[in-house]
């Protein structure tokens, strides 16, 4: 874990040969093939460490997609992206004279898969869409859309900052060409992701950013470039997050993704009968295939927000216009002024009791932590 990292190897990785920098870099290099095995990745080579899911599609974005771009060419996304599955390719877009189109949804929140058909074409070079969505539950047809893109030579990003940590991931069968997420989606750390590519992708793809561990060899004439996952790995990395999210990562799958998503689900129902139960009137998207967010119209919203917190309702409600929101969702029927509720409990937790705090002494007399 991170604690473990700063208390006993605080080194950084691959540059250094004394004992610490090699016990920071093992670590380092276990986590990405955690990463790896946790989606089911073809080689630990294919696994970039990022700043998170953002940081991941700007780096396909500028390093991927920018140099295929011209006038003309589109890439396609959803009206359910998080903004961070928007920006990255209106930039890219205003750089290369490209254009970006929009997949609907439907009034149940859902992916229009025969809207898209019709809009996967010859110009097309970029399909980037949400596996889940961040604002309305909503699963995407992932399979399918990547069959489909694929079927017409277009490759295939997919943001899966909010699948990870509610679905199986096998980026093998999936086949996509990029998938990214973050490491605070799954219970890690803040400001680290990873971002998956296919290795012919990222052996092609030129460096996101310059200097650190990223080159081979400098000199005032040429710079040799490392190899891949190191090419995109700029500067000194984030190592304490990533080995964090590597223990995160091992977190769940001692629990089971399967066992996590059905006890969020279970909190999702406990929380749609506790709106009935306070007579709260919503206007609630019909059933679809989701994730355990519960997504509505709030005809009060002020005093529905008032009337939940006096019923001891803890959890996170989303308003429209909040940063995270997707546009689509807000332009949509049934889409919603406040609209999203993550699996809250009805009752706040009891309080804990402070947990014991070794001392720094008691710590350096053998006290092993975990890395």
């Not at 073809?42 to 780096?59: C, H, K, Q, R, S």
Request: net charge neutral; with cysteine; glycine share 8%.
């Amino acid at each position: 874990m991170e604690s473990g990292y700063y208390a006993h190897y605080n080194a950084n990785v691959h540059r250094g040969v004394h004992t610490l920098s090699q016990r920071a870099t093992d670590a380092y290099e276990a986590a990405r093939r955690k990463v790896q095995r946790f989606i089911n990745a073809g080689v630990p080579e294919e696994i970039v460490f990022v700043g998170g899911t953002t940081d991941a599609i700007n780096l396909v974005a500028q390093s991927f997609a920018r140099p295929i771009l011209k006038a003309g060419h589109e890439i396609l996304i959803s009206a359910m992206e998080h903004h961070s599955n928007i920006v990255p390719w209106q930039l890219v877009c205003a750089q290369t004279g490209a254009n970006l189109r929009v997949v609907p949804i439907n009034d149940a929140g859902e992916f229009e898969f025969d809207a898209y058909e019709k809009l996967v074409g010859p110009r097309t070079k970029l399909v980037a869409v949400t596996h889940v969505s961040n604002a309305l539950g909503s699963i995407t047809p992932i399979e399918r859309i990547i069959a489909l893109a694929h079927a017409r030579n277009v490759p295939v990003l997919v943001d899966g900052a909010q699948a990870v940590s509610h679905l199986p991931v096998d980026v093998h069968a999936l086949d996509c060409d990029f998938y990214a997420f973050s490491g605070h989606k799954i219970f890690g750390p803040t400001g680290i992701g990873a971002l998956h590519g296919k290795a012919a992708h990222l052996q092609a793809m030129p460096p996101y950013q310059g200097g650190g561990d990223m080159i081979r060899s400098v000199t005032f004439e040429k710079t040799e470039y490392n190899d891949i996952p190191y090419k995109f790995e700029a500067g000194t990395p984030n190592i304490a997050g990533a080995i964090g999210m590597g223990c995160a990562l091992d977190y769940v799958s001692q629990l089971g993704i399967e066992a996590i998503e059905a006890h969020n689900l279970r909190l999702a129902d406990r929380f749609r009968a506790g709106l009935e139960e306070l007579a709260i009137e919503t206007e609630r998207f019909p059933e679809a295939e989701r994730s355990p967010v519960v997504a509505m119209t709030l005809t009060d919203p002020e005093a529905t927000i008032a009337r939940l917190a006096l019923a001891g309702v803890v959890g996170a409600l989303r308003a429209d216009g909040d940063r995270a929101g997707d546009p689509g969702a807000a332009d949509n029927d049934a889409a919603a002024p406040t609209r999203t509720q993550r699996t809250p409990a009805l009752r706040p937790p009891a309080p804990r009791a402070p947990a014991h705090r070794p001392s720094v002494t008691a710590a350096r007399r053998g006290r092993r932590t975990r890395a």
